[in-house]
């Protein structure tokens, strides 16, 4: 299972490298293990030796396991932390001493609007994406107290993605985003230096305002937001 998951994940990295081709681009490929700290390092290391230093990178591993908590094997939970957010603490601690002798570089952390706020059956991945938007908040505290202010950050939070993370995600108030929308919102922040970026923008009134709400106004809303996605309850698959 193992051999055939890295060979599919290998073969969509070499698909969105011929299409950066297409535009131009020269692309060099590596197929990482986002949960394996010393695979990060030596993969990091030929990066440096083929195309040299980095200085924009992308945490954008994430991996997610629709269960209510119980029924979430106890590896999954460890996987789930290994890739969402300790594979950011690794990449980051190989690729940042070189940002730090430049004062120059950009950390995009991509974490999700569960970094926020809360979803039922995915725990995990939700308390890994508060860990992603905490790791961004204390990395940007740390640089600027280093005094590192031409290394900038990002932080990615959209809602549901269709890319088959979550099989057939419907809500009421959100809209489930293409991956272009997503691509276009982050690459404008980069291009602004904008620090946290809310997929639909507007999420961003809409967190702000819960803050303000009673607990009986926010249950109200997120029965009319009527989030559902496959998951597993009670070893059963359900929409939920």
């Known amino acids: 299972m193992k051999d055939r998951m890295a060979n ?18 020269t692309t060099h490929v590596f197929v990482v293990d986002c949960s394996n700290r010393e695979e990060i390092y030596n993969s990091v290391n030929q990066v440096k ?30 996987k789930t932390f290994e890739v969402n957010i300790l594979g950011h603490f690794w990449i980051t601690k190989a690729l940042l001493p070189s940002m730090l002798r430049r004062n120059y570089g950009h950390i995009v952390t ?7 706020g809360v979803i039922p059956y995915i725990i995990p991945y939700c308390s890994s994406k508060f ?29 549901f ?24 919102s982050l690459i404008d922040g980069i291009l602004t230096n904008k620090k946290m970026i809310f997929v639909p ?11 303000f709400l009673p607990e009986r106004a926010l249950a109200a809303i997120n029965r009319v937001q009527d989030i559902q996605f496959e998951a597993v309850v009670g070893h ?5």
């Open 8 to 25: 599919r994940d290998e073969h969509g990295v070499e698909e969105t490298a011929a299409e950066c081709r297409k535009l131009g681009a």
């Open 49 to 78: 030796k083929e195309v040299g230093d980095v200085t924009i990178v992308v945490n954008n591993a994430g991996t997610i396991y629709p269960a209510d908590l119980l029924s979430t094997k106890d590896e999954e939970i460890t």
């Open 201 to 211: 923008s507007y999420l961003n009134i809409s967190l702000t305002l819960e803050r």
């Open 236 to 240: 059963k698959t359900k929409m939920k």
């Open 161 to 184: 993605v269709n890319t088959g993370f979550t099989k057939n995600p419907s809500t009421r108030l959100w809209p489930v985003l293409e991956t272009d929308e997503v691509a276009r």
């Open 131 to 159: 860990a992603a938007v905490g790791f961004h908040r204390a990395l940007t505290s740390e640089l600027q107290a280093l005094g590192k202010t031409g290394i900038k950050t990002s932080c990615l939070c959209p809602v």
């Open 110 to 116: 991509v974490a999700s609007i569960c970094g926020h």
